[in-house]
């Protein structure tokens, strides 16, 4: 499978435990963007690297969040001392600075549920 | 960020056109119109795109007004696997604006 893999798919914690999601973008693709989805919306966006430049960060994205992309390749989005208003979907998304279309590619996403 | 507005949820039948629209009145002159479709328990994925003229790929065709203050998706024959929700996003057709605005998409139920 070529697509974007994210893992993992689910993940249910407590509240005040810090979490790490990882995402596998499409090989070659040098942009990666994180999205949360809560129930009945739309998807939010949360940040957006260039290879491993974090070019752009949402308001939304408080100082309990993180996102890295150390080697311009795979992404990790860390949420410390989660809270129950951090369950949603996570998802990612990559894209290629080649493609004319600036199509987004998303993964399956992962489910975070905060008890 | 230009904001969109859709209609919350339509329906339609099987193998019958569909008309999608989007109202999008503040939309500026480097605004691209993006669609993209959330089928249930999946990622959202592209669908179509365009900036003036109208468009078809393999998927659907894209009808954009002629102020461009609004569009319309089109499915020529809507199949069960169409019901999804369905985003008209603008996204700034300016160097380094990436990121995707979503609103809360039109819910299209397809009746078999």
């Known amino acids: 499978d070529t697509g974007v893999s994210q893992d993992p798919r689910h993940k249910i914690t407590k509240r005040g435990q810090n979490v790490t999601f990882r995402c596998d973008p499409i090989?070659?693709?040098?942009?990666l963007y994180w999205y949360r989805q809560t129930l009945g919306q739309g998807p939010e966006f949360l940040t957006y690297?260039?290879?491993?430049?974090?070019?752009?960060k949402s308001r939304l994205l408080s100082d309990r969040f993180s996102a890295e992309r150390p080697k311009g390749s795979f992404s990790t989005l860390e949420i410390q001392r989660t809270e129950q208003g951090d369950s949603a979907m996570y998802l990612c998304?990559?894209?290629?600075?080649?493609?004319?279309?600036?199509?987004?590619?998303f993964g399956p996403g992962t489910r975070l549920t905060v008890t | 960020d230009a904001k969109t507005t859709q209609p919350n949820s339509m329906e339609s039948n099987e193998e019958e056109p569909v008309h999608l629209p989007c109202n999008h009145s503040?939309?500026?002159?480097?605004?691209?119109i993006h669609w993209y479709r959330q089928l249930p328990s999946q990622g959202p994925e592209y669908v179509i795109h365009?900036?003036?003229s109208n468009v078809n790929n393999r998927m659907a065709s894209l009808a954009i007004a002629e102020d461009r203050k609004s569009s319309t998706l089109i499915l020529h024959r809507a199949t069960l696997r169409d019901a999804a929700v369905y985003y008209c996003?603008?996204?700034?057709?300016?160097?380094?604006?990436?990121?995707?605005?979503f609103g809360q998409g039109t819910r299209l139920t397809i009746n078999p």
């Open positions: 998304a990559s894209s290629s600075k080649r493609d004319p279309s600036y199509e987004q590619y």
């Open positions: 090989s070659e693709h040098n942009r």
């Open positions: 690297f260039q290879n491993e430049a974090q070019l752009e």
């Open positions: 503040t939309i500026s002159g480097t605004d691209y």
């Open positions: 365009g900036l003036t």
């Open positions: 996003i603008l996204r700034r057709g300016i160097q380094g604006a990436q990121k995707l605005v």
